[in-house]
């Protein structure tokens, strides 16, 4: 194995954000997105430091705000991309559990299903699956 192979678990990029109320967040993302909590771990004050999600068999790690070491809250310019078999329910679901549409779920031009969505803790996430009868 050379220095530069990913481990098979945590293949590609991981994203790690911060957000408003993280222990809030897991429990959202589970309803939402159907995540499973890998890992929480706590600093004295209740805060967590970390998070670890998996979401569509991939990991998303997130935080709660540390202004006192630099990581505070930014506002999302890009998003998260969920590449899923049934765009529609996982839409459903997560627009049911709370997440607010931004660009409504619908057959793209270049020939997927693709919607755009916020969580209540400000982080953009995509849906994109193909069209019925074209998966």
Same mark, same amino acid.
């Given at each position: 194995m050379s220095n530069f192979e990913p481990r098979p678990d945590y293949a590609g990029v991981t994203a790690y954000v911060t957000v408003s109320n993280a222990r809030e967040a897991a429990g959202f993302y589970e309803r939402a997105l159907g995540a499973t909590i890998a890992d929480?771990?706590?600093?004295d004050d209740g805060r967590l430091m970390h998070c670890e999600a998996r979401i569509n068999g +991939?990991?998303?790690m997130f935080n709660d705000p540390f202004p006192e070491h630099g990581m505070d809250v930014m506002p999302m310019a890009g998003s998260m991309t969920l590449i899923v078999v049934d765009a529609q329910a996982w839409w459903d679901r997560a627009i049911g559990a709370g997440m607010t549409s931004v660009v409504d779920l619908h057959d793209a031009f270049w020939g997927d299903k693709y919607g755009l969505m916020k969580d209540p803790f400000g982080v953009n996430w995509a849906?994109? +699956?193909p069209q019925p009868g074209t998966g």
């Open positions: 929480q771990r706590a600093t +991939g990991p998303f849906i994109v +699956g």
